[in-house]
């Protein structure tokens, strides 16, 4: 009898410390993310880390870090590429500062709707992009919407091009970005994200763009009020992975990452949708005003720029096959 409890016991612990050890050798993956966790890409991420957590019976725990708390997406990226952390969500004109050939997806009025982006972003059109920053020692798994970006100003509100004259209007950091608030007709200040509020509560911008779910969870509407639904750009935001982390997956893991990381971008549009009216609505009540704007003679005047953009081989083939999905 004593000896059979003694079994049972010596058995019991076992279990107990294989259980312990199985969590202990979970492998943690850390992704930055510099929105709050509120916003629809976290839970697009939550989501991606669930689906590669099951796929790979609990043999990594992933564990997504919002508000910039492992720093912005500039040192992000960084982090990822000298693989001090596994993952980022970064903005695509920060990786266009590493491969140019990004800027195809931040060229101003190329989709019609979030549906047509939805489309285009769940297909395979940006596969081969997406494998070209190898190089620089990270992986684009896939890509998130972040919705349409329009302008807001401090003081009053843009309605036509001739309001956006001299106005200095934060962009992210890119070449891209600062020409495109050119040819809206400002002029673009770049940024990290962290520094627009004050930026505008001092004076030093006059505005900032953006979508309206970051609008309202950065409370920016308390210092540009001025909403205007220029929605120049569908703006897109990459799941970036350490090349050396990823390399060291077994082949059926690497599978599991871009098949968890693939059905996460569509579960993050319907997380976006959801999100929209709300966002809108807090805006609103912090005391936006939200001025609808004729988009048409910002879309002509950014023609040339778009031209300018969409001007090689590869990426008229990548731009021919966007607007066949339209
Ligand atoms: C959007 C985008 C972010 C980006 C931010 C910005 O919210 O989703 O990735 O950081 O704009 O303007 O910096």
Redesign the pocket.
């Known amino acids: 009898m004593l000896r059979k409890t003694l079994l049972k016991t010596t058995m019991a612990t076992l279990s107990v410390a294989c259980l312990i050890g199985q969590a202990n050798a979970a492998t943690e993956i850390k992704i930055s993310f510099?929105?709050t966790d509120t916003n629809p890409?976290y839970l697009g991420l939550v989501d991606f880390g669930k689906r590669f957590e099951a796929a790979t019976d609990g043999r990594y725990k992933v564990n997504v870090f919002a508000n910039e708390l492992l720093g912005d997406?500039r040192t992000s990226l960084e982090l990822v590429q000298n693989g001090a952390i596994q993952m980022a969500?970064?903005?695509n004109p920060l990786v266009e500062n590493y491969d140019a050939n990004f800027r195809i997806l931040g060229v101003p009025y190329t989709y019609k709707n979030l549906d047509h982006q939805e489309k285009v972003y769940t297909s395979d059109i940006f596969d081969d992009l997406f494998k070209e920053t190898d190089k620089y020692g990270f992986k684009v798994l896939t890509v998130y919407t972040?919705g349409a970006r329009s302008m807001y100003t401090k003081n009053a509100p843009i309605k036509t091009q001739a309001d956006m004259k001299g106005k200095k209007t934060r962009v992210?950091q890119s070449d891209t970005m600062t020409k495109m608030l050119g040819c809206l007709g400002g002029v673009g200040v770049p940024m990290?994200?962290g520094e627009v509020y004050t930026a505008i509560q001092q004076g030093i911008l006059d505005g900032a763009e953006?979508?309206e779910i970051?609008y309202a969870d950065l409370k920016q509407y308390e210092v540009a009020p001025y909403f205007s639904t220029t929605q120049h750009m569908m703006?897109a935001?990459l799941l970036v992975v350490n090349s050396d982390f990823y390399n060291s997956l077994s082949d059926e893991d690497k599978v599991a990452m871009e098949k968890a990381a693939k059905e996460s971008t569509k579960a993050e549009f319907g997380f976006w949708r959801e999100a929209m009216d709300k966002a809108i609505e807090t805006a609103k009540k912090g005391g936006a005003t939200f001025t609808q704007v004729d988009t048409k003679p910002f879309e002509e005047s950014c023609k040339p720029l778009q031209e300018s953009l969409v001007n090689t081989p590869e990426l008229k083939k990548i731009y021919e096959k966007i607007q066949s999905l339209r």
């Open positions: 510099n929105q890409q997406q969500m970064v903005a972040a992210m990290s994200q953006n979508n970051a703006a935001d």
